[in-house]
């Protein structure tokens, strides 16, 4: 990600925070729509607590994003741990998918091509630490 990237994506989630519940609402729908597959892997979720935990685990990558060091190993331990929840790795482009769709949603006339180019290099990077992470462990798909 270039700096100017990074600036984009610190200052468009900070248009997103005050509707984060809002918007993580908007994002689960929009992921069991579009790959019903990940449904069951929710059912016995607390989904306002989940809302909770993604838009904070997003908070605090993005408040990393000028040192992503400190933070791989953290999102390595996540990667695995998403083995274990059944997620595969087809599961991160829907993901990454419905995370777009809901940031335009959100910030409407300010989605951009490049705010959007700037999310997909962070998305990117942040899901590509996960999945490789995942191929480690044993039996992952
Ligand atoms: C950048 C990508 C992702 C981030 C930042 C992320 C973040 C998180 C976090 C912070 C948790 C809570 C972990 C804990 O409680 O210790 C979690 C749980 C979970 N995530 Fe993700 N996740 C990502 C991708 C995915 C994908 C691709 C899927 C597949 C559909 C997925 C499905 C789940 C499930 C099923 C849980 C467990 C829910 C439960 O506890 O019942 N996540 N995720």
Same mark, same amino acid.
């Given at each position: 990600?270039?700096?100017? *990237?990074?600036?984009? &994506? ?11 519940d809002t918007a993580a609402t908007l994002f689960?729908? +929009? ?6 597959? $990940? +449904? /069951?892997?929710?059912?016995?979720? %607390?989904?306002?607590? *989940? +809302? ?7 908070? $605090?990558?993005?408040?990393?994003? %000028? =040192?992503?060091? /400190? ?8 990667? +695995?741990?998403? &083995?274990?929840?059944? &997620?595969? %790795?087809?599961?991160? %482009? ?10 335009? *949603?959100?910030? *409407? $006339?300010?989605w951009t091509p490049p705010v959007q180019d700037a999310w997909i290099a962070?998305?990117?990077?942040? @899901?590509?630490?996960?999945? =490789?992470?995942?191929? $480690?462990?044993? =039996?992952? @798909?």
């Open positions: 990600m270039t700096p100017d *990237q990074k600036a984009l &994506v610190k200052t468009t989630w900070s248009l997103v925070v005050p509707i984060a689960y729908g +929009r992921l069991f729509e579009i790959d019903p597959s $990940t +449904r /069951p892997m929710f059912k016995s979720t %607390d989904m306002p607590e *989940q +809302r909770k935990k993604l838009m904070q685990a997003l908070a $605090t990558v993005i408040a990393g994003l %000028d =040192n992503l060091a /400190p933070l791989i190993p953290v999102l390595e331990t996540l990667g +695995r741990k998403h &083995v274990a929840y059944g &997620v595969l %790795d087809k599961h991160y %482009d829907s993901v990454g998918t419905a995370l777009l769709w809901t940031l335009e *949603q959100g910030l *409407q $006339t300010a962070a998305y990117t990077a942040v @899901a590509g630490v996960m999945r =490789n992470a995942a191929k $480690t462990v044993p =039996n992952a @798909a």
